[in-house]
């Protein structure tokens, strides 16, 4: 029998960055607290989860799971009566998985000052078939010099993400030769 290199995929048209870009808003409540009196990081990182999420299924046409999160700051505590809001875009693709940037927002809901910038993160999603297998995703098409920047900022974030994951990988190995076990 002999060995048949798999068919290449067709070419998927690209989307712009705008095309996916969404903002979630949510006034945070007693309920979102934490032993502190402020909004638990956690209640936070499910908002960001949801809103990159539904930037990941808009851009990838379809299901979308969370692969990791890169990073996620947060500069400002969230306090009960803040209206947050949540704004997602794709920053960068590879050919099954995105980049979703992610910064978080808070005003207090009976105000009229400008939100203020209280967290940011990346996650990197996969775009996902019927079977929950790693499917093709569109190319971002970005359309801002600031989409560019995000993109090429994205690119380094990527190369650091790989390289730390096969350092770990190569050290688990080296220590395995050497019958360390943990």
């Known amino acids: 029998m002999t060995h048949q290199a798999p068919a290449a995929s067709p070419e998927i048209p690209g989307k712009p960055t705008s095309a996916s870009r969404t903002t979630l808003s949510h006034i945070m409540t007693h309920n979102d607290t934490n032993l502190l009196g402020t909004v638990h990081g956690g209640v936070i990182m499910k908002l960001v989860d949801d809103a990159a999420g539904a930037v990941a299924g808009r851009h990838s046409g ?23 809001h949540v704004k997602a875009q794709v920053n960068w693709t590879g050919r099954t998985s ?4 992610v910064r978080v927002l808070a005003e207090r809901w009976n105000e009229s000052a400008p939100p203020t910038q209280v967290g940011s993160a990346y996650l990197v999603f996969t775009g996902v078939d019927a079977d929950g297998k790693p499917r093709q995703v569109p190319p971002v098409l970005p359309e801002t010099e600031r989409d560019r920047r995000r993109h090429q900022e994205a690119q380094i974030r990527r190369t650091h993400r790989l390289a730390r994951r096969r350092a770990i990988r190569e050290l688990r190995e080296r220590r395995a030769a050497e019958g360390i076990t943990d």
Do not use: N, Q
Not at 98 to 101: A, F, N, R, T
């Open 62 to 84: 379809g299901p979308a799971v969370t692969a990791s999160m890169d990073e996620m700051v947060f500069l400002e505590p969230v306090r009960v009566g803040d209206l947050v």
């Open 98 to 101: 995105m980049e979703i940037g």
